[in-house]
C-alpha cells in the first residue's frame, strides 16, 4: 500500500484527492495538510510513502517546504502539482530534487501511474513541462532566481501591484519590496516595465 501526504491549501482539492484514492486499492490518503509547516509536522509523525505538494501556497510556498522536507528526508518521493504552465517551475522543481512535476489538471489515470512510479524510485514529468535534464541551468538571468524571486518575478509581470503579491502570499509589503530589488538586480533591470519586458522576451509569459 503507498501512504500519501496531500498538501494544498484548498480543502476541496485534499478532499477530491481522497475521494480519488478510496477506489483504488494499493493507494491511500492517510494524511492532509494545509501549509509547510503542518506537512513538515505530519512526516515527523505519519509514516508516509509519497507526498502530493502543491507548488502555490500562501506563506510557505510548495518549492520552500521542498527545501525543507529535502533537508530531512533526502530519500521521500514528492510530487509537485502547479496550476503553472512556465516550465521554469518545473526546472526549479526538479532542481530541488522533486520526484514529480504534474500540472493539476492532469487525468486521474496519470496522477496514479506517477504516484506508483514516483513510489518506486522514478521521476515523471507531464509531457510539455520539460524531461529531467532540464534541470540544468540555461544560462539565462532568471536562472539566478530562488523560487519566491521567480514567483514574484511572475506576477510582476502579470501586472501586479506589491500590495496585491503580499496579500496573496501572506507576506509584508516590505518583505515583497525586498525580493523585487533583489529581482532587479539579477535581471539586470530597473523597473518593473522593464521586469515585464523581460519576461516577454524570454517567453515567461506564454
Known amino acids: 500500500m503507498i501512504d500519501l501526504l496531500v498538501v494544498d491549501d484548498h480543502t476541496i482539492f485534499r478532499a477530491g484527492m481522497a475521494?480519488?484514492?478510496?477506489?483504488?486499492?494499493?493507494?491511500?490518503?492517510?494524511?492532509?495538510?494545509a501549509d509547510g509547516a503542518s506537512a513538515l509536522a505530519l512526516i515527523r509523525t505519519v509514516a508516509v510513502h509519497v507526498v502530493l505538494l502543491d507548488i502555490n501556497m500562501?506563506?510557505?510556498?510548495?518549492?520552500?517546504?521542498?527545501?525543507?522536507i529535502r533537508a530531512e528526508w533526502p530519500r521521500l518521493p514528492v510530487?509537485?502539482?502547479?496550476?503553472?504552465?512556465?516550465?521554469?517551475?518545473?526546472?526549479?522543481?526538479?532542481?530541488?530534487?522533486?520526484?514529480?512535476?504534474?500540472?493539476?489538471?492532469?487525468?486521474?489515470?496519470?496522477?496514479?501511474?506517477?504516484?506508483?512510479?514516483?513510489?518506486?524510485?522514478?521521476?515523471?514529468?507531464?509531457?510539455?513541462?520539460?524531461?529531467?535534464?532540464?534541470?540544468?541551468?540555461?544560462?539565462h538571468a532568471h536562472e539566478q532566481?530562488?523560487?519566491?524571486?521567480?514567483e514574484i518575478m511572475l506576477k510582476i509581470a502579470h501586472?501586479?501591484?506589491l500590495t496585491d503579491i503580499g496579500s496573496q502570499l501572506c507576506l509584508s509589503v516590505k518583505t515583497i519590496g525586498s525580493h523585487r530589488s533583489r529581482?532587479?538586480?539579477?535581471?539586470?533591470?530597473?523597473?518593473?516595465a522593464e521586469i515585464v519586458?523581460?519576461?516577454?522576451?524570454?517567453g515567461l509569459l506564454d
Open 58 to 68: 500562501a506563506g510557505r510556498n510548495g518549492l520552500e517546504t521542498l527545501g525543507a
Open 79 to 139: 510530487i509537485m502539482l502547479s496550476m503553472y504552465v512556465e516550465p521554469q517551475y518545473a526546472r526549479l522543481a526538479l532542481r530541488g530534487r522533486a520526484n514529480a512535476y504534474l500540472s493539476k489538471d492532469v487525468s486521474p489515470d496519470e496522477l496514479l501511474r506517477a504516484i506508483r512510479h514516483v513510489a518506486c524510485g522514478g521521476i515523471w514529468v507531464t509531457p510539455g513541462f520539460g524531461a529531467p535534464g532540464a534541470q540544468a541551468a540555461s544560462g
Open 145 to 150: 532566481l530562488t523560487p519566491r524571486e521567480y
Open 197 to 202: 519586458q523581460y519576461a516577454m522576451r524570454q
Open 183 to 192: 529581482v532587479l538586480d539579477k535581471l539586470g533591470v530597473g523597473s518593473n
Open 19 to 33: 475521494r480519488l484514492m478510496a477506489d483504488e486499492t494499493d493507494v491511500r490518503v492517510v494524511a492532509e495538510a
Open 159 to 161: 501586472g501586479q501591484s
